[in-house]
C-alpha cells in the first residue's frame, strides 16, 4: 500500500509563490505516476498537473500552463508543484494521487489514480 502526504501549502498574496511536495512510501516502486489535482469549494477535483514515473511526459492544465511547473526526484520518492504567479481562483485544496505504473505516461484523470493524499490548502488572496 502506497502511502502519500502532501506538504507546502499556505496563504500567499496574488502574484506570490508555493511549492507543493508529494511524498511517497510504502510501496514496491521508486517511481509512480503522479498527478496533482485541485478542488475548490462545491467544484470537482481537477487535474492542475500530471507526471509520468520517468518524467519525460507531463501534462498542464491549460490554466496554470506557463505558472506551475511540476518535476519529480525519484532518489526522494517525491513530486513536486512548484506554483508562481498565483491567482484568486488558483485556491484549492491540492491533492497528489499515484498510481502503479505502466505505460510511461502523464494520467489524468482521477478514476486512474489508486492512491491519494489527503490534500493540502492552498489560499491565494487578492
Known amino acids: 500500500q502506497v502511502q502519500l502526504v502532501e506538504s507546502g501549502g499556505g496563504l500567499v498574496q496574488a502574484g506570490g509563490s508555493l511549492r507543493l511536495s508529494c511524498a511517497a512510501s510504502?510501496?514496491?516502486?521508486?517511481?509512480?505516476?503522479t498527478g496533482w489535482f485541485r478542488q475548490a469549494p462545491g467544484k470537482e477535483r481537477d487535474v492542475a498537473a500530471a507526471?509520468?514515473?520517468?518524467?519525460?511526459?507531463?501534462y498542464y492544465a491549460d490554466s496554470v500552463k506557463g505558472r506551475f511547473t511540476i518535476s519529480r526526484d525519484n532518489a526522494k520518492n517525491t513530486v513536486y508543484l512548484q506554483m508562481n504567479s498565483l491567482k484568486p481562483e488558483d485556491t484549492a485544496v491540492y491533492y497528489c494521487?499515484?498510481?502503479?505504473?505502466?505505460?510511461?505516461?502523464?494520467?489524468?484523470?482521477?478514476?486512474?489514480?489508486?492512491?491519494w493524499g489527503q490534500g493540502t490548502q492552498v489560499t491565494v488572496s487578492s
Open positions: 510504502g510501496g514496491t516502486s521508486s517511481s509512480y505516476p
Open positions: 494521487a499515484a498510481t502503479t505504473p505502466r505505460r510511461d505516461r502523464a494520467i489524468i484523470r482521477t478514476d486512474e489514480y489508486d492512491y
Open positions: 507526471i509520468s514515473w520517468s518524467g519525460s511526459n507531463i
